[in-house]
């Protein structure tokens, strides 16, 4: 099989990965962004100003990441993925005030209009397909929700997309297979490949219900952060 699974088979073969490397999956984030990722995490939530009146969904939760941030800003939390073991190693380090499911991102287990919040980390690649998941977001958002979304990206400048492109492309993946699992360090900068353009994915939460659609930039475009509203 190659590196990036075939359509019917993305589900199973993603969810089986991120059982594979949840034990090693928090220091390989922390080993691969330089620890960068956890502030993007926070400048996001600060950004959507979370607060104690919110009731926030981390959507593809992985190991709470997330969860974590916007509950020590005093927000109910629910964390849900259709990873098993992510799910258990969420367990352990999340507060139980935290809600852990399991659960999939097509089909929430959550009533409409029931959440304020809803952040997600590096997933978008990930789903079987994005759009759909918008939906849903959108669906289970209250009028007025905000939405969060971090992701890798590409940078502009020539230089700094040379550079990343190596560094992401050859060193990630040996990275991964001395430190975790070489498939899923191969998987990770090929699924970029399963990304929107930018004005595809602004039409695709602006059909899902959502405007006031903002891009934010990390260290020259490595990373991104997408914002929006429910309509």
């Known amino acids: 099989m190659g590196v990036l699974p075939k359509a019917h088979e993305k589900a199973e073969v993603v969810r ?22 956890q502030r993007w995490r926070r400048s996001l939530i600060a950004k959507l100003e979370v607060s104690n009146g919110d009731t926030v969904l981390d959507l593809a ?3 709470g990441d997330f969860a974590v941030v916007a509950q020590n800003r005093g927000a ?19 507060p139980a ?5 399991r659960g ?12 304020s919040v809803a952040v997600s980390g590096f997933a978008l690649r990930n789903f079987v397909a994005i759009s759909p998941v918008l939906e849903e977001l959108g669906r289970v958002l209250r009028q007025g929700g905000r939405l969060g979304l971090l992701e890798v990206d590409s940078p502009q400048s020539s230089m700094l ?28 900068p090929a699924s970029t490949d399963y990304l929107p353009s930018d004005q595809e994915l602004e039409e695709m939460l ?5 405007k006031s659609i903002e891009k934010q930039r990390h260290l020259g475009g490595v990373a991104q952060s ?6």
């Open 104 to 115: 999939d991102a097509l089909a929430l287990p959550l009533a409409s209009e029931s959440i």
């Open 206 to 210: 602006e059909s899902a219900g959502f």
């Open 226 to 231: 997408i914002t929006a509203v429910r309509a």
């Open 97 to 101: 005030s935290i809600t852990l499911t």
């Open 61 to 63: 939760c992985g190991t």
């Open 16 to 37: 089986t990965m991120f059982d594979r490397i949840a034990p090693s999956y928090d220091r390989m984030n922390r080993i691969i962004t330089l620890g960068l990722d």
């Open 161 to 188: 997309r040379l550079g990343h492109g190596f560094y992401f492309r050859k060193v990630v993946p040996v990275l991964g297979a001395l430190l975790s699992d070489g498939r899923a360090y191969r998987y990770l």
């Open 76 to 94: 109910r939390v629910i964390a849900l993925d259709f990873a098993g073991a992510m799910l258990l190693a969420a367990q352990e380090r999340c």
